[in-house]
């Protein structure tokens, strides 16, 4: 097996792996494109974390809508959200609640190093009795890292029941169909869903830097070319908050593995490390890559 390092900023035309020698794009499966998915990946992590927050602060405390005991956080103090009913106004059972995020137009950091600008636009029904909740989300300018993203998406969180080994905590599951237009203008589609669990650090609402979070799921990524790619998580995605402090990229376990007509390709995150390297193999080549920005 072979092993090199790649930089996956710099692969956008100069490497590409293919199973046979057609030159025909459409069958080959690329590091560019792993690179390219795992950008998106990161975006829907720092969305999940966005628009649960949000949620959550409304539940935590119905006038204000704020709250220091949230169980994640990855705002910054240049992100400006306002809400209907207005804040200081009582939410009561049954509400619409509409919340605005605004990141502003020259790029607002998160907490976790990651540059967003533009607005989501977040509205749910307010039901503290509710076990199920739908969180409706809209991106208006919305970029992530100089990614453009459009579309209209919903989640569905869900609590669990109290048990021997757990706290009642949020599974989020999101129906995703998204446009990301990438700074070079080439725009990649993404239908499909993801299932977000938090696994640890629940229990402990006023710090999130030890949240780790269990991620499952399937997709159809559609390429500028229009070749069709399907993306299934086969070994849960685990999300490490502590990993913050050492690398921006928070995916340090789990396998992806990609299929485009008869080639198959996988992308391991490792074993836990709060690294940014990945391991992409296809026909029995391996190359570790750098993910993230």
């Known amino acids: 097996m072979k092993t090199k390092i790649f930089f996956l900023g710099l692969l956008l035309t100069v490497f590409t792996i293919s199973c046979t020698k057609d030159k025909d794009d459409t069958a080959s499966i690329t590091a560019e494109e792993a690179s390219i998915n795992s950008k998106i990946d990161i975006a829907n992590n720092d969305v999940s974390d966005i628009v649960e927050e949000q949620e959550a602060n409304t539940y935590a405390n119905p006038t204000t809508g704020k709250s220091n005991e949230v169980a994640f956080s990855t705002f910054s103090i240049c992100a400006t959200i306002t809400r209907v009913p207005a804040f200081g106004t009582a939410v009561i059972p049954g509400t619409l609640v509409t919340k605005t995020i605004d990141f502003g137009t020259s790029g607002c950091a998160l907490n976790n190093g990651n540059i967003v600008k533009g607005k989501i636009i ?172």
């Open 122 to 293: 977040i509205n749910y029904t307010y039901e503290p009795q509710a076990i199920s909740h739908t969180i409706n989300y809209q991106f208006v300018d919305f970029y992530h890292n100089s990614i453009k993203y459009v579309g209209n998406k919903s989640f569905t969180r869900t609590m669990t029941a109290n048990s021997g080994s757990s706290i009642s905590h949020p599974i989020v599951t999101m129906d995703m169909d998204i446009t990301a237009t990438f700074p070079n203008g080439n725009i990649y589609t993404r239908v499909g869903n993801r299932t977000r669990e938090i696994v640890s650090g629940y229990d402990t609402p006023s710090t999130w830097t030890d949240n780790i979070y269990q991620v499952t799921g399937s997709w159809t990524t559609t390429f500028p070319n229009t070749t069709e790619q399907t993306s299934t998580i086969t070994s849960p995605l685990l999300i490490k908050m502590s990993c913050v402090s050492v690398n921006k990229p928070l995916i340090v376990q789990g396998v992806i593995t990609f299929v485009r007509n008869s080639h198959t390709a996988t992308l391991d995150y490792g074993n836990g490390n709060c690294d940014n390297l990945a391991v992409f193999t296809i026909n029995g080549n391996s190359y570790n890559i750098v993910i993230g920005n």
